[in-house]
Nanobody, 123 residues
Framework: QVQLVESGGGLVQAGGSLRLSCTAS????????MGWFRQAPGKEREFVAA????????RYTASLKGRFTISRDNAKNTVYLQMNSLEPEDTAVYYC????????????????WGQGTQVTVSS
C-alpha cells in the first residue's frame, strides 16, 4: 500500500517550534486525505489534523488549531505539521496516516500509517 516516512521530531523547550514532514511513496494514487495523530505515554491515540490532497481542505482538533498548521506539497508527495508554541503536554509520538476518505478524524478510517516520530517538549 502507501508507504509513509516521517521526520522532524526531536527535543525542544517549551515555546519552541518544530515542523514534521511525512513523505508518501508507493500507491500514492489511492490517497485522498492525510492526517496527523499523536499518542502520549499511557494515553489513547489522538487526532491532530487532516488535509485533502485535492484542495487542501483541513480539519483540526479545536484546541490545537491556533498553534498547529497542516499543509501539503503535492509535487513532493509530502504533508507537513507546523507546530508552534509547543508545550510539555504536546509530548507524544506523532504519526501521519493516509486515507481515501474525506479528512476523517477517526484512526480506524486510515489505512496506511507512518512509523511515528517522537516529539518531546521540556519545561
Amino acid at each position: 500500500q502507501v508507504q509513509l516516512v516521517e521526520s522532524g521530531g526531536g527535543l525542544v523547550q517549551a515555546g519552541g517550534s518544530l515542523r514534521l514532514s511525512c513523505t508518501a511513496s508507493g500507491r500514492t494514487f489511492s490517497r485522498y486525505s492525510m492526517g496527523w495523530f499523536r499518542q502520549a505515554p499511557g494515553k489513547e491515540r489522538e487526532f491532530v489534523a487532516a488535509i485533502t490532497w485535492s484542495d487542501a481542505s483541513t480539519r483540526y482538533t479545536a484546541s490545537l488549531k491556533g498553534r498547529f498548521t497542516i499543509s501539503r506539497d503535492n509535487a513532493k508527495n509530502t504533508v507537513y505539521l507546523q507546530m508552534n508554541s509547543l508545550e510539555p503536554e504536546d509530548t507524544a509520538v506523532y504519526y501521519c496516516a493516509a486515507t481515501e476518505r474525506f479528512i476523517p478524524s477517526l484512526g480506524a478510517d486510515y489505512g496506511s500509517w507512518g512509523q511515528g516520530t517522537q516529539v518531546t517538549v521540556s519545561s
